[in-house]
């Protein structure tokens, strides 16, 4: 594996077996960076596949003359691997995690309350078709009580008409067709907005990944840059050629004295100046942990809520309606007239109605079997698993940060090792003056 490293590192291979060993190195690296590339633009960016195909054998081709040729590409290169576990990588992960709850999470939770509306609209139009059946039946009453009235057992004291007028509403289908154009103006106007959505932050997503991504690459050329231009930067590391020239030199007391400002990037041991970034990146993987929660959860709820309602509306049963209706009525005449029946040795003769006594019943249905209710759509356990894992790398990211930086300066010194003598001594410099002056 040294060999091979001095191999890749090197900025001109020696002869041929050197040569043939770098091509066959960055033709391997080429052909997985390919290969993730076409998974990133096809699973996760929603790409076609042509467009992927296309894109990811391009980018091989060019990353493999690249390397193959320029000895600071291989160098950049070998630095964006490292650069993925420090911020820059955890905004590929969140823009991840974003499409994942725009592909998968937010059309189940429009799916659901889809399936609340069309509950909705089925009460509705059952509901309507019970109110229309419910005037027929008090049109029915009026004929039935209209005709009681009008058998009376004197016929001078029938009443012209004993009917009730009623205005009916006989054609139901407009009401149907209103409901209807209804509903679906409200399907339109949710499928357009989860088409805009969806087609908004997957634009908003492609561009930022691709803006990440090129930014990855820009850092890592920035890092180098500067290691090769400023001795000063990030320079604060006991490296062994640090070590080899304070023994050579007998000042290794330089090294223990400052070891408390100096950091062995073979070690664990992170500073404070270290950790105090840490946490704070925690605390933001933390914010976006919840916000990620509070989707799953409007998820979560957006399914109970319509499993509960389509529940409840297939156990609702018919609201018995009773309609009694009890009429009694008796017509007499004057004073005087019962006198001269009386003196005519007539009886007093009231001009009693019959009595109309009955009861009409009626069913009010809010449900039936021919609604059609698409059922409610679960969360799927595998995009939780996924978003989990994802967050958890976030968090491992935050803590391997650092020592992903440490990986891009021992990069760098592989890459550069002249420079690197330069950058330790000009350390061990500075240490000296500043041992000189305590």
């Not at 020696?14 to 080429?30: H, K, M, N, V, Y």
């Not at 008090?138 to 209209?146: A, D, H, P």
């Not at 001078?156 to 209807?180: A, C, T, V, W």
């Not at 320079?235 to 070891?259: P, Q």
Request: aromatic share 12%; proline share 4%; with cysteine.
């Amino acid at each position: 594996m040294a060999d091979l490293w001095w191999i890749y590192s090197k900025p001109v291979p020696a002869d041929g077996r050197e040569l043939w060993t770098l091509f066959l190195q960055c033709s391997c690296i080429t052909a997985v960076i390919g290969g993730l590339f076409y998974n990133w633009m096809f699973a996760s960016l929603e790409y076609s596949w042509h467009l992927s195909v296309a894109m990811a054998i391009s980018l091989s081709l060019l990353l493999l003359l690249t390397l193959l040729l320029v000895h600071p590409a291989r160098c950049v290169f070998s630095m964006i691997m490292p650069t993925l576990g420090t911020k820059q990588g955890r905004k590929l992960l969140f823009s991840a995690c974003i499409m994942i709850a725009v592909v998968n999470i937010t059309p189940n939770i429009v799916s659901n309350i889809k399936t609340i509306l069309q509950v909705i609209k089925c009460i509705c139009k059952n509901s309507s078709d019970s109110l229309l059946n419910s005037t027929a039946l008090l049109e029915k009453v009026s004929w039935e009580f209209g005709n009681a009235i009008q058998e009376n057992i004197h016929p001078i004291y029938k009443p012209m008409n004993g009917h009730f007028r009623f205005s009916l509403l006989q054609n139901s289908s407009l009401i149907y067709e209103k409901m209807h154009l209804a509903g679906e103006k409200i399907s339109r106007e949710f499928l357009s907005v989860e088409v805009l959505v969806k087609n908004s932050v997957g634009v908003a997503n492609r561009l930022a990944a691709g803006f990440f991504v090129l930014y990855i690459c820009f850092e890592s050329t920035w890092y180098l840059k500067n290691y090769l231009t400023n001795l000063r930067f990030d320079n604060f590391y006991i490296t062994k050629k640090l070590e080899r020239l304070a023994m050579d030199r007998r000042a290794a007391h330089l090294l223990v004295g400052s070891s408390k400002k100096l950091i062995r990037p073979t070690g664990l041991k992170l500073s404070w100046e270290e950790v105090v970034p840490c946490l704070l990146q925690a605390m933001l993987v933390t914010v976006a942990l919840m916000l990620m929660l509070v989707v799953v959860a409007v998820d979560h709820f957006a399914f109970s809520v319509a499993d509960t309602v389509v529940r409840k509306a297939a156990q609702f049963s018919a609201v018995p309606v009773t309609l009694s209706i009890k009429y009694r009525v008796s017509a007499g005449v004057s004073c005087i007239v019962p006198f001269l029946f009386k003196v005519f040795w007539r009886p007093s003769e009231l001009f009693l109605l019959r009595d109309f006594n009955r009861t009409y019943h009626h069913h009010l249905i809010f449900s039936s079997a021919r609604c059609r209710i698409s059922p409610p759509t679960p969360p799927n356990p595998s995009v939780l698993l996924v978003v989990g894992l994802l967050f958890c790398i976030l968090y491992a990211t935050v803590f391997l940060e650092t020592y992903a930086r440490r990986l891009c300066r021992r990069i760098t010194a592989s890459f550069f090792p002249s420079w690197e003598e330069k950058r330790a001594l000009h350390l061990y410099r500075k240490l000296s003056r500043r041992h000189r002056k305590e």
